[in-house]
């Protein structure tokens, strides 16, 4: 019975696993993207400092 | 007037993105943008930010992969009977291969998604770093080695978009002899109100590379065209902003109100490229008042230039 909770267990984590990164690939995030958010992070900062 | 001196600018990094500009050192924890190779505290190498990032999101990969393994390692070992083994052996294995391909398939969005993280995270030490430089940039400044401090700030500038930085960066620039070859900028450094340095700088860059008249630029002409006329020979400023203006088409049809305003100070050769543009697309519309405006002024200054003759 051991032996099948570990499976079920493995099973679980590689499950969540790729819906993480299903939803990563969904968000699409292109690097230009992250490239105007550290602009935008360093700028906006500064604004509200 | 300002005595100004001949430099020549150290060459820039060319990058596709900005955080490619931006080092670390893993040692010490601080973050460069500037072109040192090694770090200044501890000699160590700087790395990019993104292959650092990239190793952290390969070792969480790399442990959630070993955890999956304990797992199955586990169901192995605590198999009683042969088919729980045969079923732990086969199911463990098939769940690996799935990790290994759905790693492989959906891996770089996870790279992109942790360095966004990673960034984020690291926003306020990458903001010290910059802090840091622009202090150097006061000790260069106070030290006399104006040619460094534009260097620093001009790098500093791709990560901080500020008057106040534009403005530093046009008061060293305007300490300089302007050249062609040189690795000059000019719409980095529109600022959001007016600013007479800025015009300064605008009449010297535009005599040596009028290429870098872009549409921020002749957006900021037509804005404070009124202060720029107080300004000595302002009208001859805005003449050749707008001579440069016609190097393509689609700034000719958008400033032709400059253009036409401008033309008596427009110098001869722009003139003529701009009749031959008037005398292409003269029928077409919205071209009316420039082509007439373009007759007018060849009519009375280039009557008998030979250049000129039966262009329009």
Redesign the interface.
């Given at each position: 019975m051991?032996?099948?909770n570990?499976?079920a267990?493995?099973?679980f984590?590689?499950g969540v696993?790729?819906f993480?990164?299903?939803r990563?690939?969904r968000?699409n995030?292109?690097?230009?993207?992250?490239?105007e958010?550290?602009?935008a992070?360093?700028?906006e900062?500064?604004k509200r400092r | 007037m300002r005595k100004k001196i001949g430099v020549l600018f150290r060459k820039t990094r060319k990058t596709?993105?900005?955080?490619e500009r931006l080092q670390t050192c893993k040692h010490c924890h601080t973050y460069h943008v500037l072109w040192e190779t090694h770090c200044g505290e501890c000699g160590r190498e700087y790395q990019p930010i993104r292959s650092i990032a990239a190793a952290v999101t390969h070792r969480y990969a790399q442990s959630?992969f070993l955890?999956?393994a304990l797992?199955?390692s586990?169901?192995?070992l605590?198999?009683?009977t042969l088919p729980?083994l045969l079923?732990?052996c086969g199911?463990?294995l098939l769940?690996l291969v799935?990790?290994f391909l759905?790693?492989k398939k959906?891996?770089s969005?996870?790279r992109?998604?942790q360095?966004?993280a990673y960034?984020?995270q690291e926003?306020?030490a990458?903001?010290q770093a910059?802090v840091r430089h622009l202090e150097d940039v006061g000790a260069d400044v106070k030290a006399g080695r104006i040619k460094e401090a534009y260097e620093k700030t001009r790098e500093i500038g791709h990560?901080?978009?500020?008057d106040t930085i534009k403005i530093r960066k046009i008061m060293f620039l305007n300490h300089f002899i302007l050249r062609k070859d040189m690795e000059l900028e000019l719409d980095t450094l529109v600022t959001s109100t007016y600013d007479k340095d800025f015009v300064e700088y605008l009449r010297e860059v535009v005599k040596v590379q009028p290429s870098l008249v872009k549409k921020s630029v002749l957006e900021y002409v037509r804005r404070y065209k009124p202060y720029i006329l107080l300004q000595e020979n302002g009208g001859q400023l805005i003449g050749q902003v707008a001579g440069a203006a016609l190097r393509m088409k689609p700034y000719v049809e958008q400033y032709q109100d400059l253009i036409i305003e401008f033309l008596d100070y427009i110098p001869r050769d722009r003139l003529l490229r701009l009749a031959k543009l008037a005398r292409t697309h003269g029928q077409e519309v919205g071209w009316e008042l420039l082509y007439a405006a373009t007759k007018k002024q060849v009519d009375t200054h280039y009557t008998f230039d030979p250049d000129f003759a039966g262009i329009l």
């Amino acid at each position: 019975m051991v032996t099948y909770n570990l499976l079920a267990a493995a099973f679980f984590l590689l499950g969540v696993r790729f819906f993480k990164l299903l939803r990563l690939k969904r968000r699409n995030l292109s690097t230009e993207d992250i490239d105007e958010q550290l602009c935008a992070l360093l700028n906006e900062k500064r604004k509200r400092r | 007037m300002r005595k100004k001196i001949g430099v020549l600018f150290r060459k820039t990094r060319k990058t596709a993105h900005t955080f490619e500009r931006l080092q670390t050192c893993k040692h010490c924890h601080t973050y460069h943008v500037l072109w040192e190779t090694h770090c200044g505290e501890c000699g160590r190498e700087y790395q990019p930010i993104r292959s650092i990032a990239a190793a952290v999101t390969h070792r969480y990969a790399q442990s959630r992969f070993l955890l999956l393994a304990l797992f199955v390692s586990l169901a192995v070992l605590f198999a009683k009977t042969l088919p729980q083994l045969l079923a732990a052996c086969g199911i463990g294995l098939l769940l690996l291969v799935l990790f290994f391909l759905i790693q492989k398939k959906y891996g770089s969005y996870e790279r992109d998604g942790q360095f966004l993280a990673y960034i984020t995270q690291e926003q306020s030490a990458i903001r010290q770093a910059l802090v840091r430089h622009l202090e150097d940039v006061g000790a260069d400044v106070k030290a006399g080695r104006i040619k460094e401090a534009y260097e620093k700030t001009r790098e500093i500038g791709h990560f901080i978009q500020s008057d106040t930085i534009k403005i530093r960066k046009i008061m060293f620039l305007n300490h300089f002899i302007l050249r062609k070859d040189m690795e000059l900028e000019l719409d980095t450094l529109v600022t959001s109100t007016y600013d007479k340095d800025f015009v300064e700088y605008l009449r010297e860059v535009v005599k040596v590379q009028p290429s870098l008249v872009k549409k921020s630029v002749l957006e900021y002409v037509r804005r404070y065209k009124p202060y720029i006329l107080l300004q000595e020979n302002g009208g001859q400023l805005i003449g050749q902003v707008a001579g440069a203006a016609l190097r393509m088409k689609p700034y000719v049809e958008q400033y032709q109100d400059l253009i036409i305003e401008f033309l008596d100070y427009i110098p001869r050769d722009r003139l003529l490229r701009l009749a031959k543009l008037a005398r292409t697309h003269g029928q077409e519309v919205g071209w009316e008042l420039l082509y007439a405006a373009t007759k007018k002024q060849v009519d009375t200054h280039y009557t008998f230039d030979p250049d000129f003759a039966g262009i329009l």
